[in-house]
């Protein structure tokens, strides 16, 4: 089955420390894309990758990091220095210019 | 700078009734426009694209360029369209394959 696997489900995270957020993808797509989605929101991008070993800031990339080593896959650690990391994150994919985005089942990151 | 704004947070109607869903948009150059839902407990999905000009589980929206709107309709809710819309626009600009999200709408279907 074919599609963006995004791991854990829920996660915890206890003050000072970095967590690191799983995605995967098999639909082979160059670009792939983190997203912040908070209630009344919607969704902000936080960092996006058209390539391996290249990726861009988005709108929040403030206390986030991401790496871009291997095609199918795109980490995204949340650091210490994100003061309010409480929020559901989604990953997301796509193949070419201005394709529709292939969405993950989401990260729900909470403070301990 | 590209911007996707979609007035109402909450839209509540009964089922049978017609249903439109807002979209504006503030982009310089020719866009593409999508929009996702969201289903209680499932992940993010495409709903359908400007492009594509089809209509998907009885939706359609139209491109108005002049109004720079992109509206959800459709004729008859369901309880099932019960679900978070998003409006969503990819732009230009050395970012062809970024999308700007609205805040979303969260529709409800009433029996």
């Known amino acids: 089955d074919g599609g963006i696997t995004q791991s854990p489900k829920y996660l915890f995270r206890k003050e000072g420390q970095n967590v690191t957020l799983s995605c995967e993808q098999n639909l082979n797509h160059d670009a792939m894309y983190w997203y912040r989605q908070d209630p009344g929101q919607g969704l902000r991008l936080i960092y996006y990758?058209?390539?391996?070993?290249?990726?861009q800031k988005g709108d929040i990339a403030e206390g986030y990091s991401v790496s871009r080593e291997k095609k199918e896959s795109f980490p995204l650690t949340v650091t210490s220095a994100q003061k309010n990391p409480t929020a559901f994150y989604l990953c997301?994919?796509?193949?070419?210019?201005?394709?529709?985005?292939?969405f993950g089942d989401g990260t729900r990151l909470s403070i301990l | 700078a590209q911007r996707v704004t979609q007035p109402e947070k909450l839209l509540s109607v009964f089922k049978g009734a017609p249903v439109e869903l807002k979209c504006n948009y503030s982009y310089s150059g020719s866009p593409e426009l999508f929009w996702y839902v969201q289903y209680s407990r499932q992940r993010l999905q495409l709903l359908l694209r400007?492009?594509s000009r089809e209509s998907i589980k009885g939706f359609t929206a139209d491109l108005n360029k002049g109004e720079t709107s992109f509206h959800l309709k459709k004729p008859f809710a369901q309880e099932e369209d019960s679900a978070m819309y998003y409006c969503?626009?990819?732009?230009?600009?050395?970012?062809?394959?970024?999308?700007?999200f609205g805040k979303g709408t969260l529709l409800t279907v009433n029996p």
């Open positions: 997301a994919s796509n193949d070419r210019e201005r394709q529709p985005q292939h």
């Open positions: 990758s058209q390539i391996v070993n290249d990726f």
């Open positions: 400007h492009i």
């Open positions: 969503a626009l990819s732009g230009g600009g050395g970012s062809n394959y970024k999308l700007t």
